[in-house]
T-cell receptor, first 115, second 116 residues
Framework: AQSVTQLGSHVSVSEGALVLLRCNYSSSVPPYLFWYVQYPNQGLQLLLKYTSAATLVKGINGFEAEFKKSETSFHLTKPSAHMSDAAEYFCAVRDRGSTLGRLYFGRGTQLTVWP | GAGVSQTPSNKVTEKGKYVELRCDPISGHTALYWYRQSLGQGPEFLIYFQGTGAADDSGLPNDRFFAVRPEGSVSTLKIQRTERGDSAVYLC??????????????FGPGTRLTVL
């Protein structure tokens, strides 16, 4: 089974600072990779996903993530944090080639943005 | 268009009772998923429907949990003899079809179940 590790359950940054949220996966075959954001009392919203094209993926709200096969990583970054970015972020993977579609999620990282 | 909707948004029940949670997917989405999110955890897969049939129910924790999707649209997650450990947010997601590549799953707002 897939395993997803998100290092750091809580990350705090100042407004305007770089945001870096870490995600590592376990499978030897690179899976499909996703980042979702969850605001309080709302459902998960897709930020971006990696399929098999460019390794640097741009998403919504200024976020981007880079797939690094050698490091089995898919870290999420944003150059300049906004107060509105405060939320919980989940990395998820899906087995490539599977038709079943289930996602495996990390435990999430709560992002706090200080003014 | 309308997103995934789930009802009720909150459900409080007593230990041992039966509950039903409803999910209304995005129109036209043939794939439907249920996940469970416990406090401080990421969502965990429960079951996946392709059309009316459960294509993968390997995530259901035990036989107290059951889900149906009789007409290939709305789905109901049913929990019998609820236990305090069932308390969690139950999330529903839908997508066009996973067989068409890394399709995006669209999530509903969830149902928060509290078992007293």
């Amino acid at each position: 089974a897939q395993s997803v590790t998100q290092l750091g359950s809580h990350v705090s940054v100042s407004e305007g600072a770089l945001v870096l949220l870490r995600c590592n996966y376990s499978s030897s075959v690179p899976p499909y990779l996703f980042w979702y954001v969850q605001y309080p009392n709302q459902g998960l919203q897709l930020l971006l996903k990696y399929t098999s094209a460019a390794t640097l993926v741009k998403g919504i709200n200024g976020f981007e993530a880079e797939f690094k096969k050698s490091e089995t990583s898919f870290h999420l970054t944003k150059p300049s944090a906004h107060m509105s970015d405060a939320a919980e972020y989940f990395c998820a993977v899906r087995d490539r080639g599977s038709t079943l579609g289930r996602l495996y999620f990390g435990r999430g990282t709560q992002l706090t943005v200080w003014p | 268009g309308a997103g995934v909707s789930q009802t009720p948004s909150n459900k409080v029940t007593e230990k041992g009772k039966y509950v039903e949670l409803r999910c209304d997917p995005i129109s036209g989405h043939t794939a439907l998923y249920w996940y469970r999110q416990s406090l401080g955890q990421g969502p965990e897969f429960l079951i996946y429907f392709q059309g009316t049939g459960a294509a993968d129910d390997s995530g259901l924790p035990n036989d107290r949990f059951f889900a149906v999707r009789p007409e290939g649209s709305v789905s109901t997650l049913k929990i019998q003899r609820t236990e305090r450990g069932d308390s969690a947010v139950y999330l529903c997601a839908s997508s066009l079809a996973p067989g068409q590549g890394p399709d995006t799953q669209y999530f509903g707002p969830g149902t928060r179940l509290t078992v007293l």
